[in-house]
């Protein structure tokens, strides 16, 4: 075992989780390399450095405030909690608002006011309307015949009988 | 009954109650609306999580705040619970994020107190240095102390959770790795450089070192 693979298990020997096969491996390269020996004592010197960083106990009333927020929270997540938790989702929901409010309130073309002569012809065209759903009326229309190429008709129905 | 036992890898004490069943086995009673089993859980991990949390967040306010914060994201997902990872997979993940996600947003705030005071300033906390050893506290001792704290808060976010999970947390390399989310090997490569940052900065207290305490 090389001091390199030595070096990337050391930490399992000096933390306690190596299996006794690798710890026995470890320790036999380290009695016998006076590089890895050192290597070892400052690991061994960083864990027990680390015992200083105390621990705590949670203060008495952490059960009672526990369960306290657990009462007044709801069962699923509120609104805003959901909304945090699913931010890509809101600002797709908030693009397409902000898209329907911007057709809504955009300028629509003017198109001109219709001229009282326009306004006169179309009114005509509405009066008449009842003529058109007279079938026999439309059926013998025989000014048709009389305009230019009108002698064609052979692909146009004879009557609407 | 409950009895406390002391991990002999990392020096934590859990709660055992000698009756227990496994976390999953607790966590489908807490599913199916057994809040004994919830008490169970919480009995079990309530020491352990604030103490990782604290030596996060340095703030034993905040710690205890996050640390119910992951208890009741446990207790609503309880529900949709699947048996699958280890609880404590599932526990400390929320725990790590909470913490992370606390650690950034008052990033700024945090600054600004470290300046001033943080809790182990103060002076030490309720359980773990009796009294008559606080009275012969020196401030060598404090400055030490502070030194190692500042040396592992220096850390980047990921290595830190990793040493504090490997180095109190009576977690394998596997469960440590799935709960940063990372691979086995990714995961010893990560602590492998921690604890080598560790080394050169806390060198200077090392006791052969010449003027301990003074090299940094």
């Known amino acids: 075992m090389d001091c390199e693979r030595i070096e990337a298990a050391l930490l399992a020997v000096v933390d306690g989780r190596a299996a006794k096969q690798e710890r026995e491996r470890v320790e036999g390269h380290v009695a016998a390399c006076g590089a890895c020996a050192r290597r070892m004592e400052e690991m061994q010197g960083v864990w027990s450095d680390l015992d200083s960083l ?4 949670p203060s008495p009333s952490f059960d009672a405030r526990l369960r306290a927020r657990m009462a007044e929270q709801p069962a699923r997540p509120r609104f805003f909690e959901w909304m945090t938790g699913n931010m890509r989702l809101v600002a797709v929901v908030a693009a397409l608002v902000a898209v329907a409010v911007w057709i809504s309130l955009r300028p629509t073309i003017q198109r001109p006011a219709p001229s009282s002569a326009q306004a006169q012809q179309d009114f005509a065209v509405v009066k008449n309307l009842p003529v058109l759903e007279n079938y026999d ?12 190429g009108a002698e064609d008709t052979s692909t146009q129905p004879q009557s609407l009988e | 009954m409950a009895e406390l036992q002391l991990s002999a890898a990392t020096g934590v ?8 069943t496994t976390d999953v086995e607790l966590m489908l009673g807490v599913k199916a609306g057994d809040e004994a089993c919830f008490e169970r859980l919480l009995a079990k991990y309530r020491t352990p999580l604030v103490s990782f949390l604290y030596r996060m967040v340095r703030n034993q306010a905040t710690a205890e705040d996050l640390a119910q914060e992951a208890f009741l994201r446990v207790f609503r997902a309880r ?7 280890k609880f404590t997979t599932w526990l400390f993940r929320i725990a790590t994020n909470l913490a992370l996600n606390s650690l950034r947003d008052s990033r700024r705030h945090l600054r600004d107190l470290s300046v001033d005071q943080t809790d182990e300033d103060q002076g030490p906390g309720l359980d773990v240095i009796d009294p008559a050893a606080e009275i012969e506290e020196t401030l060598v001792e404090r400055e030490r102390a502070k030194r190692i704290w500042d040396a592992v808060e220096a850390l980047p976010e990921k290595q830190r959770v990793a040493v504090l999970l490997h180095k109190y947390q009576d977690l394998g390399y596997d469960e440590i790795a799935r709960i940063l989310g990372c691979s086995e090997s990714a995961l010893k ?9 560790l080394r050169v900065r806390l060198a200077p207290l090392a006791p052969d070192a010449t003027g301990a305490g003074k090299g940094k």
């Open chain 2, 189 to 197: 490569s990560l602590l492998f450089r921690a604890y080598e940052t």
């Open chain 2, 79 to 85: 529900k949709d619970y699947v048996p699958g990872a």
């Open chain 2, 13 to 20: 004490l859990y709660n055992l109650d000698p009756m227990a």
């Open chain 1, 54 to 57: 105390r621990a705590v106990e």
């Open chain 1, 137 to 148: 009326v439309v059926a013998n229309f025989d000014v048709l015949s009389d305009l230019p």
